[in-house]
C-alpha cells in the first residue's frame, strides 16, 4: 500500500515532465513558422511592388544627376505566360530562374524561357529575341535552377517569353 501512493506520484510526475517538454516543443515550433511566414511575406512584398517593377529613381548629385541602383525584377508562374514589360536600366545584369513540377509524382516537365525586347532596336533578332535564358531544359519534378549574366543590355523595356509546363521564377538584378 505504500508503494502505491509513491508510484502514482512518480508517474504523475514523469507525465507532467512529459507534457511541459511537448509544450516547449509544440511553443518553439510555433515561433518558428510564424518567423519563417513572417520573412516570407516581407520578401514577397519587395519584389513585386509593381506590374513593370520600380523604375530607377534618380537625385541630383552637385549638378549631375545619377541614377540609384535598381530592384531586382522577380517574376513567377505556372506553364506557358508572357509577362507584362518590364524596364531594365541597361549593362548587366544576373538571371537568376528556378523550375518544378507542381507534385513530387509528375514526370519531368519542359522549361524554356526567352528574353524579349518591345523595341526590336534594343534585340539581338528582329523578333525581339535578347537572350534564350533556358531551352528546352527538362525538369524533375523535384526542381532545377540555373544563374547567367546577360552583358550589355540597352535600356529599354523587355518581357519574358516563357513557355513551360513546370512552376517557376525567374530573377533580373543588375550586376
Not at 509544440?26 to 516570407?40: D, E, K, N, R, Y
Not at 546577360?150 to 516563357?162: A, F, I, R, S, T
Request: hydrophobic share 40%; with cysteine.
Amino acid at each position: 500500500m505504500k508503494s502505491a501512493p509513491r508510484l502514482a506520484r512518480h508517474s504523475g510526475g514523469r507525465e507532467a515532465g512529459r507534457g511541459a517538454r511537448w509544450r516547449l516543443w509544440l511553443v518553439s515550433g510555433g515561433c518558428a513558422l510564424a518567423i519563417v511566414g513572417l520573412t516570407v511575406l516581407g520578401l514577397g512584398r519587395g519584389f513585386g511592388a509593381g506590374a513593370s517593377g520600380p523604375s530607377p529613381q534618380a537625385t541630383a548629385v552637385g549638378g549631375a544627376t545619377e541614377v540609384l541602383a535598381e530592384t531586382p525584377i522577380t517574376r513567377a508562374g505556372l506553364g506557358t505566360q508572357t509577362t507584362d514589360p518590364f524596364y531594365l536600366a541597361g549593362g548587366t545584369y544576373r538571371s537568376d530562374w528556378s523550375a518544378w513540377g507542381e507534385t513530387p509524382a509528375d514526370p519531368p516537365c519542359t522549361h524554356s524561357i526567352e528574353l524579349m525586347a518591345v523595341d526590336p532596336a534594343n534585340a539581338e533578332t528582329a523578333l525581339g529575341n535578347v537572350s534564350d535564358l533556358a531551352t528546352l531544359v527538362h525538369v524533375p519534378a523535384t526542381g532545377a535552377s540555373s544563374m547567367s549574366y546577360l552583358y550589355n543590355l540597352k535600356p529599354g523595356e523587355y518581357y519574358l517569353d516563357v513557355e513551360s509546363a513546370c512552376g517557376w521564377q525567374i530573377a533580373l538584378s543588375p550586376a
